[in-house]
């Protein structure tokens, strides 16, 4: 069992984790339109009209905050076909508006009035029943959510800003921050004073949680994340004879379908097929974070000092105490949790896991995976190396697979990326200083797709893959000296 030891020792893993990600779908594929379909109250017809007006709105309204220049207040979506709206405080405007394609809307505030009575407010300590307050160009206001209007009024007139720029609205709803379950983070057991690692966001039903392993808490446990936050209960839990647990997560917590690989990434998960032994598996932990290797055995037994486990599946991969029942995948296929093992990750040992389907089975579980679809973008077509991934907004990835390479002589190191529709991805090079890695080179326009060029001297490099926002899968090329 491997619950405790807090040593942390981190490795770059290759092609396994990088060759498998897939992308997020794009529009107008079929599910997107059903689910606007279904929650907006909308028809087939008016949810393709929308996703193409939108599309055409992320292009026309840059351009026309441009031309407006200090007039310009904002812009919006009205209806079921999401028409795209401008507003402006001079009507001399309309007629660069509609013939951009949109509808013209003649108010009293410009956007950078409303943005600085919002940056008062955001200096200012609120009392507690004021929920929430943004900048709402529709209403040509800054709309404040709050359960005392009366306070709310109260706080806006001692700020000092126009109180006629805030519409102040009731609202019963108490916001709270919202975590998510990623496979290889922390979870900690308070009652046992230990941490153990999660295993794969699964629902039961509609409830959501993740699992771990058994012998990390027995039925009833609480537990808290890995930011210490409360989050769930120990509802499922056998061990010995099984070593597999289910944890119940509150309101708090979701689960985007993903394994933290630490220095490989954030993985998505797309399934749970079985990796036969001699096939690759990695394993995410909350001590020795992202390490790999293979499978040698299937249906082990191990006899524990605590009683005999069965079923289990044996690795040549290390792991540490706090990798308990952090998840071992093969490629973006879920296999199980971290049991126990011997050795360590500094001279090596062996490792078993608790295989996934034999819990989803007896817990009536369903596996939470990443949708999209499996083909990342294509283009970077003229470099000589190519390396797919995917990532969620604000993540990094390494490449090539995870790694660096050396260049033993000066000359040109070019690099590409092509990133789905709608995202803005960025792409660095980076060179090893002797301590530390050092931007070099940079591509970081606000599009999805990037290339940059860098004449450099010999030395090691890598390129860093980031989400600046949106979320999907990419393809980068890159050409070495």
Known sequence: MLRR????????????????????????????IGALQRDLGITREQALDRLANEARASRTTPSLEKRLGERYAGAWHEGP??????ATVDPADARTITSAGALARVVPRTLAQLTAVKNTLDQAKPPASVHAWAVSPSDNAVLLQTASEQEAHDWITATGVDANAVRVEHSAERPKPLYDIRGGDAYYIPSKGYRCSVGFAARRGTTLGYTTAGHCGDVGDATQGHNRVDQGVFRVSSFPGDDYAWVETNSQWTAPGVVNGYSAGILPVRGSAVTQPGGSVCRSGSTTQWHCGTVQALNATVNYPEGTVRQLTRTNVCAEGGDSGGAFISGDQAQGMTSGGSGNCTSGGTTYFQPLAELMSAAGLTLVTAGGDPNPPTGCASYREKYTGSLTANQNQIQPNGSYY??????????????PDGVDFDLYLEKWSGSSWSIVARGDSPNPDESLSYNGTSGYYRYRVHAYSGSGAYTMGLNRP
């Open 81 to 86: 076909h999401a028409t795209l709206v401008v």
């Open 406 to 419: 050396q260049s033993t002589a000066s000359g040109t190191h070019a690099g590409c990326l092509d990133g």
């Open 5 to 32: 030891t807090p040593a942390l020792v981190a490795i770059a893993i290759g092609a396994l984790v990088v060759t498998t990600m897939p992308a997020v779908a794009k529009p107008p594929a079929d599910g997107m």
